[in-house]
């Protein structure tokens, strides 16, 4: 019976045996709005948080909109 020469890692044997896929999140389309959004999350459109189809948040702005400018000299 054939034997390897050298010892195979056990990370080059676990990268091998991987069958890790990328899965398409699900997409859905607002009945409300017509907008496309990730299912069971809320959405922006025109300013306005939405959930299940209904207004959450009027004027809804990003907290964390932007990272700080490090203009400092």
Known sequence: MAHPKR?????????????????????????????????????VVDGDLYLNGKVAIAGYAPVASAAPSTDEE
């Open 7 to 43: 010892r195979i890692s056990a990370v080059r044997r676990d990268k091998r045996r991987t069958h890790y896929k990328l899965d398409p999140k699900p997409v859905s389309v607002c009945q409300t709005t017509g907008e496309l959004h990730l299912r069971h999350r809320a959405y």
